[in-house]
């Protein structure tokens, strides 16, 4: 039997609503990327979230609105995927590595140490949809003495008047940290609706506007808009009606709208995401949990603690006690029975572009401890707990021959 790592789910309303905009004469950003919009506002609690065509584009998006570029420093865990930092990259500024806890997310500790005066952002990662710890970085950012080592140079640095929060929450909607949810929890998070998450548009992106005050979400957004679409003051459907021919260029924007095609696929999706997508999820992976309950040698991941709860995006098994070679033969032999898994991630300093930069993974030994251990597994609402039984023994088959060395 075969079972693949992460296929889309596209059900009879996906299909009706992809094709009901391919049938409306407007393929492109306008009514459908609106209507997701509001659906994913609903779901984070907030009120402003603009679409793109990537979370890679947002998180550019917003390093950029916030004049963040050269000669600046974007704290990042190294445990991610790369996008994380490519974004840092693209707009000028350096990445400032941090190794990562047990449960995957960037360490608080180490991160306050590489606070600079040219510190303008710090991206958490909810890795596998497990919320880094928000209130931690919030009070960093706020806390006095780090102020005062904040340099503004922009008018949105200066309004801020400290280090932005950015949350690469790829992985993590609809996840929960302490009762509140992801989206809500700092200045601005961005999600992806990438093929394999959970909620998806084919490719896809939506940045959730959070921010304090003196800042008008609502502006914010508009402006990011406007960012989001070459800088051009009518989009294309207002542009399209008669008589709205008129534009203009008014800022350096980038060329990073969703079309509504896209957006059809994740509205049908989010709608329902809480009542059947993330249960379906959930219940795949606390089945997992019940069945690895019974190695000692399975490294359970974080996925319910108090009012915290994963986005059941990845199921990240760690094996106790093997080297990186073992795991490497473990997903081989898994492999062999059709089986297919990952390994999320290659910490970020063990990537050429990476280690060309100077990056040492010498330098993060928990991120290549939580690495060499790891395989990700299966995880869909398609997925029956039949599957997840076969995928369990197959596990425990691979790892007695691998490393008990018997059949
Ligand atoms: C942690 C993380 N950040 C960012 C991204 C980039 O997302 P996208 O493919 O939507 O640009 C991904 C994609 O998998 C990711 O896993």
């Known amino acids: 039997m075969k079972i ?6 596209i059900d009879e309303d996906v299909l009706n609503e992809v094709s009901d905009t391919l049938k409306s004469g407007w393929i492109t950003t306008g009514p459908k990327v609106k209507a997701l919009e509001t659906e994913i506002s609903k779901l984070a609690e907030i009120s402003n979230v603009l679409c793109v065509n990537s979370a890679t584009s947002g998180l550019m998006l917003a390093l950029h609105w916030f004049g963040v570029g050269e000669g600046d420093e974007v704290i990042v865990p190294s445990y991610t995927y790369a996008a994380t930092a490519l974004a840092v990259i693209h707009v000028g500024a350096k990445p400032i590595m ?12 180490e991160l306050k140490k590489k606070i600079t005066t040219r510190t303008k ?11 880094a710890d928000y209130d931690t970085i919030n009070q960093i950012v706020k806390n006095e003495e780090i102020i005062a080592l904040f340099k503004p140079e922009s008018l949105q640095q200066k309004q801020l008047g400290r280090i932005l929060v950015l949350s690469d929450a790829a992985h ?13 929890l700092c200045d601005l998070t961005v999600f992806s609706l990438h093929a394999v998450k959970n909620v998806t548009t084919a490719e896809g992106g939506a940045i959730c506007i959070n921010l304090p005050k003196p800042f008008s979400c609502s502006e914010v957004y508009e402006n990011m808009r406007l960012m989001c679409l070459n800088g051009q003051t009518k989009d294309a459907f207002t542009k399209n009606k008669a008589g709205g021919w008129r534009y203009d260029i008014a800022l350096l924007g980038y060329k990073m709208n969703m079309p509504d095609v896209c957006a059809a696929i994740g509205l049908a999706q989010i709608r329902k995401y809480k009542t059947v997508l993330l249960p379906e999820r959930k219940r795949v992976a606390l089945k997992y949990s019940q069945l690895f309950a019974n190695y000692e040698w399975a490294h359970l991941p974080l996925l319910i603690d108090n009012e915290t709860e994963t986005s059941f995006h990845i199921y990240p098994l760690r094996i106790k006690n093997i080297t990186e070679n073992e795991r490497d033969l473990i997903i081989e032999e898994i492999s062999k029975e059709g089986i297919a898994v990952n390994v999320h991630f290659i910490p970020m300093p063990m990537l050429t572009l990476f280690k060309g930069l100077g990056y040492k993974i010498d330098d993060y030994p928990v991120a290549y401890d939580n690495y060499s ?15 997840v039984k076969l995928i369990v023994a197959q596990i425990v088959k691979a790892y007695l021959l691998i490393v008990n060395n018997h059949d």
């Open 4 to 9: 693949p790592f992460s296929p889309p789910f």
């Open 98 to 109: 941090v190794d990562i806890k047990d449960d995957f997310t960037i360490d608080t500790s």
């Open 121 to 131: 952002a710090i991206i958490p990662v909810d890795i596998a949809g497990w919320p």
């Open 172 to 184: 993590s909607i609809g996840a929960i940290y302490k009762g509140k949810t992801i989206g809500s």
């Open 373 to 387: 251990r790891e395989i990700s597994l299966p995880i869909y609402p398609q997925l029956t707990n039949a599957h």
